[in-house]
């Protein structure tokens, strides 16, 4: 009888031991799916750094900063190394990176057709847009940095407030005296008008030209080659209104407009556009000269 007692017991123990497993919680459940997905990207890149060994690739020279985090408040380069192909622009090398390697690697880009303007970057100690710019042309390792003049807030990003200030400030406005009697008359712009105002109109307000001045370096009221550029767009145009183009001219021709620029012509050099930006500004200061001469 206590044989038996003593069975029963021991079963009873053993069923208790036998409990169910404890259920994760979703955190936990989050966590665990992170380093997993982690562990995968780990193999994945170990499998194609590999592979490498085997195809041509390019090495980048990446500036990388970040105020927010701590550990990385100190600039510094990362260097990574991606595969190339025929064809590959600044900007393809970087999305690789930051896809492959390193997914906080920031940086600016849009239409990667050098219409937006957004991902100018200052690459192999020239003022460059990264969708135009082909490796191929460029020397090995390629060498990245956010543009210079200009506060960095992250990386390859830069603050454009102040540019787009300056750009303001000429007031980029078209403004007629007078305006077609019918509504759906446009207003008409003659061939040779036309033609001389047509490299002008092309800036994609990349801040490329700004980034390269000396003066728009050491003085932070100069308006700087894109917005004077802006206002000879309009002021050049014969649409413009009279008045409205002295307004224009005496803006352009204050103490840091047109007459602080050296004629160094970097801003003309790096544009992407080809915009010719010292010729358009040597032009306005012969506007405002003849503008204040008076004969009486």
């Known amino acids: 009888m206590s044989t038996q007692i003593e069975q029963q017991e021991t079963e009873t123990e053993g069923e208790e031991e036998e409990t169910e497993p404890a259920v994760e919680s979703p955190g936990d459940q989050r966590r665990a799916t992170k380093r997993q997905r982690q562990a995968e990207r780990d193999i994945q890149r170990e499998t194609e750094e590999a592979s490498l060994d085997d195809e041509e690739t390019v090495s980048l020279k990446v500036f990388r900063y970040d105020p927010e985090v701590e550990g990385k408040q100190e600039p510094r380069f990362d260097d990574f190394t991606v595969p190339y192909h025929k064809g590959m622009t600044v900007l393809d090398a970087l999305i690789y990176a930051r896809d492959r390697y390193d997914s906080s690697l920031t940086f600016r880009h849009s ?20 969708c135009k710019t082909q490796l191929s042309e460029l020397d090995d390792p390629v060498r990245i940095e956010p543009l210079p003049h200009q506060e960095v807030v992250k990386d390859l990003v830069v603050d454009m407030e102040h540019f787009y200030d300056q750009m303001e ?11 077609p009697a019918d509504d759906l008359e446009e207003q008409r712009q003659s061939r040779e008008n036309r033609e001389k105002v047509k490299m002008s109109t092309r800036c994609i307000w990349c801040g490329a030209c700004m980034s390269s001045c000396n003066i728009a370096a050491g003085d932070n009221e100069y308006l700087g080659p894109a917005a004077i550029n802006k206002a000879y767009r309009f002021a050049m145009d ?59």
């Open 111 to 130: 239409c990667r057709q050098a219409v937006c303007g957004s991902d100018a970057l200052f690459v192999n100690g020239r003022q460059r847009l990264g």
């Open 238 to 296: 014969e649409r413009e209104g009279e008045n409205r183009k002295q307004e224009r001219l005496r803006i352009i021709e204050q103490e840091h407009g047109v007459w602080r620029c050296q004629t160094q012509f970097s801003c003309t050099e790096v544009c992407p556009k080809d915009i010719p930006l010292t010729e358009h500004i040597q032009e306005l200061k012969r506007e405002a000269v003849k503008n204040n001469l008076k004969f009486w």
């Open 169 to 179: 400030a000429v007031e980029p406005y078209f403004d007629a005296d007078e305006l």
